[in-house]
């Protein structure tokens, strides 16, 4: 007889097995790589806010004061192709300290560029879009220290500075300009933090935000107005500086879309979760939609320009906790609740005065939200010098309110 041959192949069946071992086994192995990657993301976008800082902080090292928020070039004309409308965010200023001196040289100096063909005014205040149409030419002389943060036209506006993006957010592109994931902290509170100390009310510039900045400028950035390090009489390792903001994709999310003309006395000063009933109960982080995210064809989004001081590109403040909806007043050019927020889970990042720079959870204590925001005329709990109405939160927000900060940060 003879012997039966030996099996050298795989059966169906053994396929199937080992098919499905390497299924599993992948499956167990893609959530790791994927967490590996963010944690190394978000590494990065520490180190990054971290250079923000320290550029803020050799900025104050050399003029003895912090870097302006919403400064630059203004004229009663109010003229956003030859002034920059007294709106440039404090990341211009610190351009030369985070290894950007290029950009400040060609901001600095007046140089041709295409022309801004077209404009659209959105209110008095001269919050501008402005672009051109076709073909660029390079006929125009920008002024030094440029246009409007909103001429796209202009090419250090439009252009991305790595330092001043997180690589965890996946912001790209148009209707974008340079976007920025750090920004400002303006304090605690809520009024007037669109304008600040200099205003213009159609035909002239005047100091006449001086005695509102006096109450509801409690950050350690007021725009419009210079601060110093020197002004933090909370101490420096228990005052934000600086926050961290996911910027906007488009998609109607809670905080990166404001939810707009929600009012100011029975509105947002008030009530700062009155939003909270336009928030779609089936995607807690997406608006409904409705008159209220009815927004102009020209509209901006979270982040969208480094260069530009509007508290939606470049503020946070500490009304409601981390990752909150970004709730205003009015328009997309005035203030309302804008907290940090990241993508991230569970918190974002913040630069506090001393340089260190901190994750601040959701969950952080952030005090009774039925209070309502510190305003001029407030009593009680909202008086212009009481600490802050929202807890631990709103007192890491405020410079000189003498709130007992222990070490639950």
Known sequence: MKPTQPHTGFTLLELLIVVGVIGILVGLLLPAVQAAREAARRMSCSNNLKQVSLGVSQYHDAFEHLPPHATGTFSNANDPANTNQFRLSFLVSITPFVGQSPMWDRVAESHMGPTPETMVDDDDLGFASMD??????????????????????????????????????????????????????????????????????????????????????????????????????????????????????????????????????????????ICRDQIDPTRPMFWTGGA????????????????????????????????????????????????????????????????????????????????????????GPRAPGSESPFGLWGALGTRGQGELIGSEI
Do not use: K
């Open 292 to 379: 209220n995210m009815t927004l102009p064809p020209n509209f901006a989004g979270r982040g969208f320009r480094w260069a530009d001081a509007t508290p939606l590109m470049t503020g946070c403040n500490t009304t409601l906790p981390p990752n909150r909806e970004l709730c205003f007043g009015g328009d997309e050019a005035t203030v309302g609740t804008l907290t940090i927020s990241s993508r991230h889970q569970g918190g974002a990042h913040v630069g506090m005065a001393d340089g260190s720079i901190r994750f601040i959870t959701d969950s952080i204590e952030a005090g009774g939200y039925e209070l309502g925001t510190v305003v001029e005329n407030g009593e």
């Open 132 to 273: 051109y149409m076709g073909e660029p030419n390079q006929d125009f002389r920008y002024p030094a220290m440029g246009p409007s943060p909103s001429v796209s036209a202009y090419e250090p506006w439009s252009t991305e500075v790595s330092t001043y993006r997180c690589p965890s957010d996946p912001g790209l592109g148009f209707p974008s300009m340079g976007r920025t994931n750090y920004t400002a902290c303006l304090g605690d509170a809520v009024e007037g933090l669109d304008d600040g100390l200099w205003r213009h009310d159609g035909m002239t510039w005047s100091p006449s935000g001086e005695s509102l900045m006096r109450v509801t400028g409690r950050g350690m950035f007021v725009p419009r107005m210079i601060t110093s390090l020197d002004d933090c009489t909370d101490g420096l390792s228990a005052t934000i500086l600086l926050g961290e903001i996911a910027t906007d994709l488009g998609d109607m999310d809670t905080r990166t879309s404001p939810s707009l003309q929600n009012g100011w006395s029975g509105g947002v000063l008030d009530d700062i979760t």
